[in-house]
């Protein structure tokens, strides 16, 4: 088993400031209400759960493919948060992935892919973790 952190430090009241770090320092980041919901420069809580999402689905994908017989080539994955501010009480309502596959090898088919794409949509730990979002939706585009 391994344990990894992530460290939010917050500076001031709510139109302060803050910065985002990884155990392993690859990300030092700022963050703040106007990157959150203004579209202003910086991360968001939002936009990190999506990257952690698509890449542990990607990863996760490529493993159900691998192990039947599939040589990948490449998957490419976005995982969209909606957030609605919901009247000052925020919670994210949907999210959306999209994945295209260039697989090869054991005779795969678009519907092989599709099937394995919802087997990773539904099993994939960070999935699994992101369950209590209401709605979670997945476009998966298979490339021989």
């Known amino acids: 088993m391994a ?10 009241d709510i139109k302060g400031s803050g910065t985002l770090t990884t155990d392993s320092g ?12 203004e579209g ?21 994908l490529t493993s159900v493919l691998t192990k039947h017989g599939h040589s990948v080539e ?3 994955t976005t995982s969209t948060v909606t957030m609605n501010p919901n009247n000052g009480h925020p919670v994210i309502e ?13 005779n795969i088919t678009a519907d092989d ?9 539904a099993n994939c730990p960070v999935s699994k973790v992101l369950a209590a979002v209401p ?3 997945l476009e998966a585009k298979f490339v021989g």
């Open 94 to 106: 949907h999210i959306h992935l999209t994945t295209e596959g260039h697989v090869t090898g054991g």
């Open 74 to 76: 490449s998957i490419t």
């Open 40 to 60: 202003k420069p910086g991360t968001n809580p939002e936009e990190l759960i999506g990257a952690a999402h698509a890449g542990c689905y990607t990863m996760y």
């Open 113 to 121: 892919f599709q099937k394995h794409a919802e087997d990773a949509k």
């Open 26 to 37: 690859l990300l030092n980041a700022p963050y703040s209400v106007g990157s959150r919901f």
């Open 135 to 137: 709605k979670m939706t």
């Open 3 to 12: 344990d990894h952190a992530g460290k939010a430090v917050w500076n001031g």
